[in-house]
């Protein structure tokens, strides 16, 4: 069968043709010089297709029979200079099946550039604004990229957060014509990776699921939460428990499911000497998750506590 996929095409022996679409954000933050992608799409895996980025570069969705060599190769341009409109030239000046591409692109200085070619699928087009331009193709209307661009610019919070609220407001507002499949969110910023070794602050995909944005956000709550905890313990290192039981605070509010942010407040106010709060933190931590009880018995940061039958009860 000739498989359209609003991403890409797959040709098999039985002839049959089955089309998804995909929509798409690519974003900068000025304030943290964040730069990322967020896209859906039903097909299996679009996050190893769609997203590239690069710290203090650009960001680049490419979709809708998607050329892959577009990613690099646009980030290769915008590193030597180019603006976004001026790597969208180059990109396309060549390629024979221009008219069947969907690309958006942002640079490290919030300039943004989109193409729909005019073979896409309907209904597909594109929003570009400040920092940020918004794609689909085969989506269920023209209301879902002005969903993504109006949530994009509505919502508070750091870039992970704000791309993730224009996927969920497209999903909502239609999203894909053709159903749901999977998702993934790409986020750099400069030696933010794991230990420091490289740019990838942020890197989730949903590879195959019934509702892959709800659970893109499920995870990405998951990594928020524990980006706070580095954080906060960066600041317990530098003798600031005060910060870190700020940050912890504020990232309880916002992820009040994770019970590692309770247990690690909890060890800051024993070590700050705050005995009631400290109990009351453990006490939440391991009612989300009573595997922590095993780790309280034993961590330093909670000795002040073990003398405590109240502390005594929660870990038995």
């Known amino acids: 069968m000739a498989y359209w996929l609003g991403l890409t095409l797959l040709t098999f022996c039985q002839p049959q043709v089955e089309m998804a679409g995909t929509f798409s954000i690519v974003a900068f933050d000025p304030k943290t010089g964040d730069l990322g992608v967020a896209v859906a799409s039903k097909f299996l895996a679009v996050g190893s297709v769609v997203p590239y980025a690069q710290a203090g ?11 892959t060599t577009f990613g690099p190769k646009g980030l ?3 590193k030597k200079g180019l603006t976004p409109s001026q790597v969208l030239k180059q990109l396309l000046a060549n390629d024979k099946d221009r008219e069947v591409r969907q690309v958006g692109i942002v640079d490290a200085k919030g300039r943004a550039a989109a193409f729909t070619g005019k073979k896409c699928l309907p209904w597909a087009g594109h929003i570009v604004g400040k920092g940020f331009a918004v794609q689909g193709n085969i989506l269920d209307g023209e209301q879902v990229v002005k969903a993504m661009a109006k949530a994009f610019q509505e919502t508070q919070g750091e870039l992970a957060e704000r791309l993730m609220a224009a996927l969920e407001a497209g999903e909502q507002a239609g999203g894909d014509a053709r159903g749901k499949q999977s998702a993934a969110i790409l986020v750099v910023r400069k030696g933010a990776g794991y230990g420091g070794f490289d740019d990838r602050y942020i890197d989730l995909r949903v590879d195959d699921h019934p509702e892959p944005v ?7 709550n998951i990594k928020l939460a524990w980006l706070r905890l580095f954080e906060a313990s960066s600041w317990r290192q530098k003798g600031n428990l005060k910060k870190a039981i700020e940050i912890l605070q504020g990232a309880i509010q916002c992820y009040p499911e994770q019970a590692v942010l309770y247990y690690d407040l909890a060890c800051y106010f024993a070590l700050a000497g705050e005995r009631e709060k400290a109990l009351k933190a453990l006490e939440q931590a391991i009612q989300l998750d009573s595997g922590l009880k095993a780790l309280a018995r034993k961590d330093d940061d909670l000795k002040s506590l073990r003398n405590d039958q109240r502390f005594e009860k929660l870990v038995r």
């Open 214 to 220: 709800k659970e893109l956000r499920r995870i990405l």
């Open 57 to 67: 570069v650009g960001a680049i969705a490419t979709q809708s029979f998607a050329n």
């Open 76 to 78: 290769a341009l915008l």
